[in-house]
């Protein structure tokens, strides 16, 4: 049972442009929310987080909106850059000890010149 | 600082060999987690510790073991290795419940044939 779902396993933007990942999730009891960027070779490193009770949260070119009628979080870069090619992870949390993360499968994003 | 380092990077084990995978993490860290990363999936939970002495499974514990001695140091056991634990381990750590974030290892690339 795939709790946290990324439905695009990949997305191509030409340099610039927004780039915009999706991430669909079923369990209502996740409390927090993260996106975390992997390049080949390397592990993950943490991009941005949203509580669940937010709607969105931004970081510099880096904005995550959660829609939670929906169970729908999305990752907007703008502008989107090469540097940005990459695996990107949605990640949930439900609420309580240990920190527990489950992890969607990726979106393989690709800036192109 | 070296943050959360991994030993060895790549290992090919026959049928039924053991091993241990190394994790250690210089950031005084309370929680540490190994995951796995099968080809096209996301990262998968298979134990956790919240501290010296403490260590739990996640959702994927069967065929492997730890323990968790000191703070820094978090082995990962694989006893009678089989083909279906071929992956890419990454340990992880982050402070307690207040720091959301886990930081990665870089991985270890296991084969098993």
């Known amino acids: 049972d795939q709790q946290v779902k990324q439905n695009s396993p990949s997305l191509s933007v030409q340099e610039g442009r927004i780039s915009i990942l999706n991430c669909d999730y079923t369990?209502?009891?996740?409390?927090?929310f993260l996106w975390y960027k992997k390049y080949p070779a390397e592990g993950p490193t943490f991009l941005i987080s949203?509580?669940?009770?937010?709607d969105k949260n931004e970081d510099g070119r880096f904005t995550v909106f959660l829609n939670k009628s929906a169970k729908h979080l999305s990752l907007h870069i703008v502008p989107s850059q090469p540097g940005d090619s990459a695996v990107y992870f949605c990640?949930?949390?439900?609420?309580?000890?240990?920190?527990?993360?489950?992890f969607g499968t990726g979106t393989q994003l690709k800036v192109e010149l | 600082n070296a943050g959360v380092t991994q030993t060895p990077k790549f290992r090919i084990l026959k049928i039924g060999q053991s091993m241990t995978l190394q994790c250690t993490q210089d950031?005084?860290?309370?929680?540490m987690y190994w995951y796995r990363q099968d080809p096209g999936m996301g990262l998968k939970l298979i134990y956790y510790?919240?501290?010296?002495?403490?260590?739990d499974k996640g959702e994927v514990p069967n065929g492997y073991n730890v323990s968790r001695s000191t703070t820094e140091d978090f082995p990962l056991r694989l006893e009678l290795a089989a083909p279906s634990q071929t992956s890419v381990y990454f340990c992880?750590?982050?402070?307690?419940?207040?720091?959301?974030?886990?930081?990665f290892g870089p991985g270890t690339r296991l084969t098993v044939t």
């Open positions: 950031m005084n860290h309370n929680y």
């Open positions: 992880a750590s982050s402070y307690r419940d207040r720091d959301l974030e886990q930081y």
């Open positions: 949203i509580s669940s009770i937010k």
């Open positions: 990640a949930a949390k439900v609420g309580g000890g240990g920190n527990k993360l489950t």
């Open positions: 510790s919240v501290g010296a002495g403490i260590t």
């Open positions: 369990n209502s009891m996740f409390d927090y």
